[in-house]
């Protein structure tokens, strides 16, 4: 089983910025693709940005130049900053992990975490 526990989710005012981390636990699996996913109310949800083992990342078209997709594959884990925050990126933030076993792929998802841009 892998567990994905995120953190870093908080109020944060318009034009600010927010460090969200991953950390994917477990053993015995790679992770070829890490990625962020939010849902805010209402709204079906969206990608937000993913990086694979070799650093490729896609951005979601709304957040591209302003959100950076990194990860640590050594510790499994899978950051995203966050800069010049709007209130239109008001969501719960959810991390994925696309994993890979000896006996074949899973896909696992995070808690979620709460991310509120308002004045």
């Known amino acids: 089983q892998v567990q994905l526990v995120e953190s870093g989710g908080d109020l944060v005012q318009p034009g600010g910025s927010l460090r969200l981390s991953c950390a994917a636990s477990g053993s015995g699996f790679r992770i070829p693709i890490m990625g962020w996913y939010r849902r805010a109310p209402g709204k079906q949800r969206e990608l937000v940005a993913r990086?694979?083992?070799?650093?490729?990342?896609n951005y979601g078209d709304s957040v591209k130049g302003r959100f950076t997709i990194s990860r640590d594959n050594a510790k499994n884990t899978v950051y995203l900053q966050m800069n010049s925050l709007k209130p239109e990126d008001t969501a719960v933030y959810y991390c994925?992990?696309?994993?890979?076993?000896?006996w074949g792929p899973g896909d696992y998802w995070g808690q979620g975490t709460q991310v509120t841009v308002s004045s």
């Open positions: 994925n992990a696309q994993v890979q076993w000896n």
């Open positions: 990086i694979s083992s070799g650093d490729t990342t």
